[in-house]
């Protein structure tokens, strides 16, 4: 899937929950419609950006691993 | 209730030790990254957590807490020797070294954070008479109050946490 992102947010390094915590306030400064791609390496995210999109209503679109790397696609709901 | 879901998180937070500082810190920034309506209420030795200046210095101590790893070189170290002068402040250093090097956000960075997404602290009115706590002593943006402010929040579609 290619999806572009209108905005990029790396928490490469970042442990929990500072990932979801940096995702929230990037996600409010978007408008609705548009995708967020936040990249992590803290394994814990992949189980906590399903959470979090699923408690607050914005959509995962796609997320990727690679490289130890993963990338969370994540459009604005609402 | 929205869906018979809870759409709030009230967190008593009793303790000043340096390990029982990061989970209520933790899940209340979470929670509220997560859009939920979160209080924390700080009692007894957990107004430590608010000390202006004195809560980046939390302790943790080795003596009676044997799940902490205790092992200098390949030796594992009974935990009785905690008694001994510098085993806390071995044991402090020794945590901070593991949240750093996992690159795990410090109190104050939780507390900044905490704040920023609208968690709201409070110090708890009794602890602060009984332990002679004046609030210039605190860090800015808490609230004062007692044990009904807590249970007033908590009392609507809650989940309920104790530290």
């Not at chain 2, 806390?88 to 250093?93: L, R, V």
């Amino acid at each position: 899937m290619d999806i572009k992102a209108d905005q990029v947010l790396d928490c490469s390094g970042l442990s929990c929950p500072m990932p979801i915590i940096k995702t929230k306030k990037a996600i409010d400064a978007l408008q609705i419609g548009q995708v967020l791609e936040m990249i992590a390496t803290d394994p814990g995210s992949k189980s906590d950006m399903d959470a979090w999109t699923k408690k607050t209503g914005h959509q995962l679109l796609d997320s990727q691993e690679a490289g130890g790397k993963f990338m969370f696609f994540i459009q604005k709901a609402k | 209730m929205e869906n018979g879901k809870a759409t709030r998180m009230a967190i008593i937070a009793a303790h000043g030790t340096l390990d029982m500082a990061y989970p209520p810190l933790i899940l209340a920034t979470a929670a509220a990254a997560m859009d939920m309506e979160v209080t924390i209420f700080f009692t007894f030795y957990g107004l430590e957590i608010l000390k202006k200046g004195k809560n980046e210095h939390l302790q943790v101590a080795p003596l009676g807490n044997p799940a902490m790893p205790a092992v200098v070189g390949d030796m594992h170290v009974p935990n009785i020797v905690g008694v001994l002068p510098g085993m806390t402040a071995m044991a402090t250093s020794m945590m901070h070294e593991w949240m750093k090097r996992a690159n795990v956000a410090s109190i104050p960075e939780l507390l900044d954070a905490a704040r920023e997404l609208g968690v709201k602290l409070v110090a708890c009115q009794m602890t602060m008479d009984v332990l002679g706590v004046k609030k210039e002593e605190l860090i800015e943006g808490l609230e004062i109050g007692g044990a009904a402010t807590f249970i007033d929040f908590a009392s609507e579609n809650a989940i309920t946490l104790a530290f």
